[in-house]
């Protein structure tokens, strides 16, 4: 059975439990990270040298980073689903899930351990104006590439969804002044009706 170590609040592993769903994969989870420890562990770390999570075990075959996780979920268990069979979809669907890392993931961080993780009276103020104005700016690039498309690839959910997905969930759960984009809330309102979505990342942001 699939092994999946990591805590429910952490938005990588989120994107590995929500990749799980989609595919109905049995999977057994093991908390780690934070509160939990586990990460620092001489086993653990054998698995994962960085000592962090995710970190899954797929009968035997060892694997972290998230998006690393969720690619090969996708092609071994959802060729045609999370797996686009169409090289281009796959390719845009890849192009997204390297966005959210490298432009999305950088703004959105800051300003979730400023509000959510840090106590009001250590809050850089500043910063988080700042971090949430260009969040509003950058997500015109998603509103703009949803125009005539249910999902990012298409129309269908798939692997180049599920980081961008839990970033942009965790955006409009924090107490922060968004600009509209009406076809950005749209996408979530669509995200919001698959039972893996609701379960995995749906939860309180602590």
């Not at 979920?73 to 845009?92: F, K, M, N, Q, T």
């Not at 104006?129 to 700016?137: L, R």
């Amino acid at each position: 059975m699939l092994k999946l170590w990591g805590r429910v609040n952490s938005i990588n592993v989120q994107k590995v439990r929500w990749a799980i769903g989609e595919l109905n994969l049995p999977c057994e989870r093991l908390d780690a990270g934070l509160e939990f420890g586990v990460v620092n562990e001489p086993w653990y770390r054998s698995m994962n040298p960085n000592g962090r999570v995710p970190t899954i075990d797929d009968n035997g075959f060892v694997l972290w980073e998230s998006n690393a996780i969720v690619r090969y979920l996708a092609c071994r268990y959802g060729s045609g689903s999370l797996w686009p069979v169409d090289i281009e979809a796959r390719a845009d669907a890849d192009r997204w899930m390297d966005w959210t890392t490298s432009t999305l993931h950088p703004l959105v961080t800051p300003v979730f351990w400023g509000l959510i993780r840090t106590a009001p009276e250590k809050r850089n103020v500043a910063e988080i104006n700042d971090g949430v104005k260009k969040i509003n700016e950058t997500l015109a690039v998603i509103d703009h590439a949803l125009d005539g498309r249910a999902y990012m690839a298409g129309p269908q959910l798939t692997m180049g969804d599920i980081p961008l997905g839990t970033f942009v969930w965790r955006w409009y759960s924090m107490p922060v002044e968004r600009v509209r984009h009406a076809r950005l809330e749209a996408y979530l309102a669509r995200l919001q009706t698959r039972a893996a979505f609701r379960d995995n990342v749906m939860i309180p942001l602590t």
